[in-house]
């Protein structure tokens, strides 16, 4: 018996309390009529709801589908969170909230530093590789997982542009980085935007990186291992730039930009923060 089973998450997996193993749906496709029938039996036991499809393959296509889908859309976000910082009047975070005032038609995706974790970072690419060998190139799709692989380099431009600006080489800045994980409020750290950044800006020279995470204890990047360090006043005070690159519910903003002489936020997580703002640079915002 041949079954292929999808789409089971947890609410720690997804970082949404709302959405559980439970009651999130499984799409499962049997080999023959019987697995489905007899594998949706077993799982009606844990699942709520199962959905069968006619084939593994068609429950693997769903699967693609369901991660490329966010691949694509965060692509595009990402293109124009880099186009709003170009003309500078324009913040993409409004543009987003905007858009999604509209009851019908349109689901929102925020830009950041880049995408992580296994799935949608890797999907496009599976995909790819396997329609070629029915000489078919997905080459729309290819061209949105290339737009986010190389947010992790505009975000370090970013950085350098900002640092240069307030007259600090980058060999010489003391950057914290808020979050070392792929997403909010998880610990998992699977091709993380962070890591990516940090790798980045030590392979240009930068050799005084330092990062707090509250769900990741300890990093190793580049073969150096770095330890997640207190939020204290004085620590903010001593770093040249703060970089924002898991907004962690944990985070206090408003104290972090209080203290911080600098603050690149590429999730909008400074958003409610009302004062000091000449002191934040946003992704996406056009500041300067």
């Known amino acids: 018996m041949g079954i292929n089973i999808l789409f089971i998450r947890s609410n720690h997996k997804t970082g949404r309390k709302d959405f559980t193993t439970a009651n999130t749906p499984v799409v499962l496709g049997g080999v023959t009529s019987e697995c489905s029938r007899l594998s949706k039996l077993v799982i009606e036991q844990l699942i709520k709801h199962v959905h069968v499809v006619q084939s593994p393959e068609a429950a693997e296509m769903t699967k693609l589908l369901e991660n490329i889908f966010r691949s694509v859309n965060i692509a595009l976000v990402n293109e124009l969170a880099k ?55 997905t080459n729309f799709i290819t061209l949105a997982a290339e737009t986010n692989e190389n947010m992790p380099y505009y975000v370090f431009s970013l950085m350098v542009r900002a640092l240069s600006e307030h007259g600090i080489p980058l060999t010489h800045a003391k950057i914290l980085f808020l979050g070392a994980s792929f997403k909010k409020d998880v610990d998992d750290t699977r091709n993380s935007p962070a890591i990516k950044v940090m790798e980045i800006l030590l392979n240009e020279g930068s050799t005084n990186l330092i990062y707090s995470d509250p769900f990741v204890p300890e990093l190793k990047v580049n073969g150096s291992t770095f330890r997640s360090q207190e939020l204290t006043p004085e620590m903010l005070k001593l770093v040249d730039c703060v970089m924002v690159a898991t907004d962690h519910s944990q985070y206090d903003y408003e104290f972090i930009v209080e203290h911080a002489k600098l603050v690149i936020d590429t999730r909008n997580a400074t958003k409610h923060v009302i004062n000091h703002r000449n002191k934040i640079i946003r992704l996406g915002s056009g500041d300067k």
């Open 83 to 137: 186009l709003c910082d170009r003309m500078g009047n324009v913040n993409i975070w409004e543009v987003i909230d905007a858009a999604a005032s509209k009851p019908f038609g349109y689901m929102p995706f925020y830009p950041g530093p880049g995408i992580g974790g296994h799935c949608i970072l890797v999907d496009p690419y599976y995909l790819a590789w396997k329609a070629r060998e029915y000489d078919f190139h």
